[in-house]
């Protein structure tokens, strides 16, 4: 499985403990400076990853006018990673090139949401780009979405939960990752949940999360 860092803040590459800040990644193979095969770092058994490396928040200004700015990922997606069961985009949290990049590159499409208003409404920002690239480019993408930083005890949670399953049915993975301080608390160690504290329940929410994504379960009624 290979995990691509498309996002400038490399907050990905971060909670996985690589810090180095010149190490060059996703950056110089959408530019064509190397390969995206040559950017692969192995940082745990089974998992590669592609940093977004110095320049991509200037890629928008590096790239010339005549070259088709929308197809970099997917071109250099082509030149390597067939071999992967999985290839994972992580998106920086603002729409523009880069996304635009990410969603003509991708097939399918996995949305973490907080349980709180403000996050219905990037929601509904995001649907909206989504179904754009979708009559632009004449594809239907499959698009599932993760109830994440779920508080039981908050009335928005589940006022939250059950507006996503009204417009939602079928599109949300049926396990919720609770809102934990653990969670907040192992990036800045470069661990994963399952790292920092393999017992916890929050590491058991994420290998139900992991199982429900494998196996296509999602929830069906309101919780």
Do not use: W
């Given at each position: 499985?290979?995990?691509?860092?498309?996002?400038?803040?490399?907050?990905?590459?971060?909670?996985?403990?690589?810090?180095?800040h010149n190490i060059g990644g996703i950056d110089e193979a959408?530019?064509?400076?190397?390969?995206?095969?040559?950017?692969?770092?192995?940082?745990?058994?089974?998992?590669?990853?592609?940093?977004?490396?110095?320049?991509?928040?200037?890629?928008?200004?590096?790239?010339?006018?005549?070259?088709?700015?929308?197809?970099?990922?997917?071109?250099?997606?082509?030149?390597?990673?067939?071999?992967?069961?999985?290839?994972?985009?992580?998106?920086?949290?603002?729409?523009?090139?880069?996304?635009?990049?990410?969603?003509?590159?991708?097939?399918?499409?996995?949305?973490?949401?907080?349980?709180?208003?403000?996050?219905?409404?990037?929601?509904?920002?995001?649907?909206?780009?989504?179904?754009?690239?979708?009559?632009?480019?004449?594809?239907?993408?499959?698009?599932?979405?993760?109830?994440?930083?779920?508080?039981?005890?908050?009335?928005?949670?589940?006022?939250?939960?059950?507006?996503?399953?009204?417009?939602?049915?079928?599109?949300?993975?049926?396990?919720?990752?609770?809102?934990?301080?653990?969670?907040?608390?192992?990036?800045?160690?470069?661990?994963?949940?399952?790292?920092?504290?393999?017992?916890?329940?929050?590491?058991?929410?994420?290998?139900?999360?992991?199982?429900?994504?494998?196996?296509?379960?999602?929830?069906?009624?309101?919780?």
């Amino acid at each position: 499985m290979t995990a691509i860092d498309l996002d400038p803040q490399s907050h990905l590459a971060i909670s996985l403990g690589i810090t180095a800040h010149n190490i060059g990644g996703i950056d110089e193979a959408m530019l064509k400076k190397k390969t995206i095969v040559q950017q692969l770092i192995a940082v745990r058994d089974n998992l590669q990853l592609i940093t977004s490396g110095p320049k991509l928040k200037e890629i928008e200004h590096l790239v010339k006018n005549n070259t088709p700015r929308g197809v970099l990922l997917k071109d250099a997606l082509k030149l390597g990673l067939s071999d992967q069961d999985f290839v994972f985009i992580d998106c920086p949290p603002s729409s523009g090139l880069l996304v635009a990049n990410a969603l003509i590159a991708a097939d399918e499409i996995l949305i973490p949401m907080t349980s709180d208003f403000l996050a219905l409404q990037g929601l509904s920002h995001l649907m909206g780009t989504i179904k754009r690239f979708e009559q632009a480019l004449k594809k239907k993408y499959k698009t599932l979405l993760v109830m994440s930083r779920y508080s039981p005890n908050r009335r928005i949670s589940s006022q939250v939960l059950n507006v996503l399953l009204t417009h939602f049915p079928e599109q949300i993975l049926a396990t919720v990752i609770r809102e934990t301080a653990l969670l907040a608390e192992c990036p800045s160690f470069g661990k994963t949940i399952l790292e920092y504290s393999p017992k916890s329940r929050s590491a058991r929410d994420f290998r139900k999360l992991a199982d429900d994504f494998l196996e296509g379960k999602v929830m069906y009624g309101n919780k």
